[in-house]
């Protein structure tokens, strides 16, 4: 027998494979008791297939896993009595209310039936869902609905939480409230696995974070020596005003230039130097979530080509530098803004995307593989390989 | 799914409610307790309830199941029951008891319906996740279709009384043909949670099983006497385990059951269990 591991989850070179596909592809894993690790990659990389095994819903082809120093295959009992799963499809039940479906798992844990409905009564009101108490689940909005989720997953505190993409698809506001949670239960002392597709989830959650791509673990470790390794965030600004457009070119050239690596797209429409429009690799976040049209002034930038005809929009980049200076630097340069009477419409300050990260570490942009990690069983639209 | 990296900004992450985070930390504590875990039958039950709960939801369902006996019975009893039997009253005595058993079995269709529904959602991960013996969720979900068995077959045997069936065997004798036809639907039931977990989409469920119950429906008993039939088809509709149940029901019905009626009936169920329970426990632990 290994000895005993003080690793709450430890695997090495684990494989698993759907026919052709090997969805799992030698995973080296050890995260520690008490710690949130995050799996970032696009959909179809692995993070799926590589949780449902850790939560003795797969059998692993090769390799070994353990969890709370349980063999996932040999030791599965004892696993799943450490573990909860919360699936990337709601795994709650549909046509019962949200109180009923704490109330089954509560009793199937050992509850007896009072105790049970008031453990539910309770899980409630902590997740804010009281009104939804008697409400059937398929009623639920999206958010609500995760939300049920993460508390059944919690009925008994598990020792290891499974994650699986917490939050895509919830708006800004229910986003924040799940990562609320998850901290909540991480101080609690139990381990989280997290899977996700936004780099921005996995810096606030994740103490450590496997960039994971086609089966592989590419890269592993905190969310700076991540971000050091990508380099730059992108600071976007909207101005009031074109006009002034000269003067905020030139204070973030002072604040951002020395070490923040202004980019420069001098050519396009004969603006000021210095400043391009916004141009990440890929050319895919364009011009952020600020619209245009919102002050009705600069409609003027339409005629030519798509967003370096604005000139109220400034955009550029910020290295990080990997001590979480970027961000600072980025504060300053507004506050200076401001302070030169520079009238902003907007701003955002953007991570880098997803892409960025598999660009950096990869060569290639993240790119999605057939869903072998899912069910065959139910229909699947896009079940197709759309990959490379 | 929207493209990678569209967090758009850190504005909201100011809100992580302190009132909010404090009732989650005081649920997580309560959840330190973990009480004994219930038995494997115990479990069974559990998951019976929670079928019920849907039930309760949705009553429909329970409306679509005793609407069908009504259909058959004022059907066969009126339009074909003069032709096979002389009088549609003496027709009644003979379909009646045939009746609740095509009923029970139209309904034990759904069950694969359903499992096949309910395996490819979210939450049966969670449940294989958990620590729950792994059938129970199976035999709960079969034990809450008796529960619409026994309403659909009731309603049968009271319409029956209603146009004229006397059933000679009594109460007594029709309380034990209903049981007995409880734990038929049971068995039957696992042939078609085994067709749930094998086929990928309901529908399919619905057509394969819908071609599959007519020969074990109409190849019985329950319809006609089988002495005019030729010898052959007598021995195929004999091991019918639908004939099986009709005989032995319709004789505690009438108040002279056989020994060997009841025995034969139970081994069919038996031999239905026997093989498709198996199966089904085992499509249901494998990989999916």
Known sequence: MAPASDLAIETSGLVKTFGETRAVDGVDLAVRPGTVQGFLGPNGAGKTTTIRVLATLLHPDSGTARVCGHDVVREAAAVRSKVSLTGQFASVDEDLSGSDNLFVLARLLGYKPPQARARATELLSAFGLEEQADVLVKNFSGGLRRRLDVAASLVVRPDVLFLDEPTTGLDPVSRSRVWAVVRAIVDTGTTVVLTTQYLEEADQLADRIAVIDRGRIIADGTSDELKASVGSNALRVRLRDPAQRGIAVRVLERELGPDGEITADTSRRGHSPGVQPPGPPGGRTAAGPSDAGHDGTNNGGREGGPHNGDPAALSMRVTDGGDGKGVERATRALAELTREGVALADFTFERPSLDEVFLALTGHHAETRGKAGRKGRAADPQGGRDGS | ?288
């Open chain 2, 1 to 288: 799914m929207s493209g990678p990296g569209t967090g758009g900004g850190g504005s909201v992450l100011a809100l992580d409610g302190d009132g909010l985070d404090a009732a989650v930390r005081s649920a997580l504590r309560t959840g330190e307790e973990r009480p004994p875990r219930p038995g494997a039958f115990a479990m069974c039950l559990i998951f019976c309830q929670r079928a019920l709960f849907k039930i309760r939801r949705d009553p429909q369902q329970v409306f679509d199941a005793v609407l069908f006996p009504v259909m058959v019975t004022l059907v066969f009893t009126f339009l074909f029951g003069g032709a096979i039997a002389g009088s549609t009253d003496l027709y009644l005595q003979f379909l009646l008891p045939g009746v609740v058993v095509l009923t029970v079995v139209m309904i034990s269709m759904n069950t694969g319906v359903a499992l096949n529904v309910a395996v490819s959602s979210g939450i049966d991960d969670r449940f294989r996740s958990m620590p729950i013996w792994r059938p129970a969720m199976l035999v709960g979900e079969l034990l809450s279709d008796v529960v619409r068995y026994l309403m659909a077959s009731v309603v049968a045997v009271l319409l029956g009384l209603l146009l004229g069936f006397r059933p000679h065997g009594g109460l007594l004798g029709v309380v034990a043909a209903l049981a007995m036809v409880q734990v038929f639907a049971f068995s039957l039931a696992w042939v078609w949670t085994a067709l749930g977990l094998v086929v990928d989409k309901p529908q399919t469920i619905m057509t394969l099983s819908g071609i599959g119950v007519f020969p074990l429906l109409f190849a019985s008993n329950i319809f006609v006497s089988t002495h005019s039939m030729p010898g052959w088809l007598q021995a195929v509709i004999n091991v019918n385990p639908v004939t099986r149940t009709v005989t032995a029901v319709r004789g505690l019905m009438a108040g002279d059951p056989t020994a060997w009626h009841i025995t034969t009936a139970f081994v069919a169920d038996a031999v239905l269990i026997a093989i498709f329970g198996p199966l089904t426990v085992y499509l249901y632990n494998r990989e999916r």
